[in-house]
């Protein structure tokens, strides 16, 4: 699925608008009835008390008029809240006065705010993609207001005062909603940590927008759902033999930090990797002998570090990075391997960090390098970042100018891919903010990246996605809180199945 900015959502609407030959009003009742349909699924009319329906100027403000309407049709007490302004949207317009008499309108006036109960169940219908400029005045007043209640707000499209695609100024007030209904698509905001505290919950509902436009418009920003992998797994012939599905190199490990590699090898394995090898320090080899008995061990001839590559002849892809340290031997043998391998290669956690320490390495690393980092090691890779679109655009630059694949790990990971095209991963949850979880993604990796038959896109998108579904299956047995990274290389194997594209009749 694409990501579209305010700009194009606003073409989207016009696309829409023109392909089906209907008036916006129509859009409009469209997109305000599956907004009262989510509503009122969710919540009866007699737990509901008296809603608060603030409305803006624009179209936004409209949709909260036609809500208003519909909501005193099914049966809910409803009031209206205006945001004084010269100037209203034509379909605000429209639909003002076909507010039922019954339901109480007032324009909501700084110094004059009426107090808002702390548990009423708030429409915010103030500002969504129109939003031009961070709010100030009148309209900061009513959402600074709004904020001070203790108040169930429910914002429609967008948490008002916040830009669909744009960071806002700190000072500048945004609605702090308990859930957030979207039309159609998910808007950038939605995805980013910064954003959280003002968009809850946020929910997709669809209202129809042409097919046409979202097929043919050309974003640069998607999210990673089934629909965007269909096709991309194929399934394991009949004939299928261990060098079908390659062999993988993992170099991890250090004295204490065993587990990373027991981890990223189980991972690695469950991934579907033909033949797995693995290169610990010596103080590994009984550790990774024993709990990964499927995996061959080579042995470093450092006791509790790596120090230096095996012979990279026989391997289709290399991993290296969990639990390594930080050891000048293991930088070298980072160097070594940037410099010699002639596969594709995953780098993860303290490889990460010692291409950050040594930044000259960077322009070893071999294009469609696969990264994994977490904002912490790609601020090391890169610069501290002023918000979380800055991080966004370092991490779009970064992959653009070492032509590599770079995971931004996180809730809604971001692939960032060598042309520039940004990834948001939609599954997984906060179940896997546990030590280990990391290791259990390079395990991942890796073994897509050994597959052949994959590119190296499309081995990552499915890499994220599998992970995050894994974690998800694995979740509704242990609880987010019970949740160990050593649970989820068991679900690998499902998250892949339910990607793999059957054979075709
Ligand atoms: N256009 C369409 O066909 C559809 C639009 N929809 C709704 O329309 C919304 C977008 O509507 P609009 O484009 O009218 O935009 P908004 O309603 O989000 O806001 C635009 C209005 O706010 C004013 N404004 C912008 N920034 C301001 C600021 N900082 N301070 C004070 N006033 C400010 C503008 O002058 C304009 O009057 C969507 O978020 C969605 O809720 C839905 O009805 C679906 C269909
Ligand atoms: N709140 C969250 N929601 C979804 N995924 C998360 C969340 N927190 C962490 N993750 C995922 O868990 C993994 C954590 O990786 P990392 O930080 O490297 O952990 P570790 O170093 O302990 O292995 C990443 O894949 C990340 O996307
Ligand atoms: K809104």
Redesign the pocket.
Known sequence: MKLLTAAQTRQADAATLQDEGIRSVALMERAATVFTDWLTARLAPTDAGEILVLCGPGNNGGDGLVAARLLHERGYRVRVGLLPADKHSADFEHNRPRLPAAVPVADWRPGKLPPIEPGTVVIDALFGTGLRRPLEGAAAALVRHLNAARARVVSIDLPSGLFADAPQPKDSPVVEARHTVTFELPKLALLLPQNARSVGRWHVVPVGLSPRFLAEVDADMHLVDAALLAGRLPARPTFAHKGTFGHALLLAGSKGKLG?AVLAARSCLRGGVGLLTVQVPAVGYAVLQTAVPEAMCLVDPEKNHLSELPDLQPYNAVGMGPGIGQDDDTRAALEDLLGSARVPLVL??DALNLLGANRPLLDLLPPDTLL?P?PKEFERLTEPARDDYHRLQLLRDFARQYRCYVVL???Y?CLAAPDGQLYFNTT???G??????????TGLCLALRADKRLAPLDAALLA?YA??RA?DLAAAHTGQAGLI?GDLPQYIGQALQELTTAEEF
């Open positions: 990373a993860d956690a994994t977490h790990k996180g809730a990971s997984g949850n906060p896997l903010a546990t030590g280990g979880s990391g290791d259990v993604l994220i992970h995050g974690a990274a």
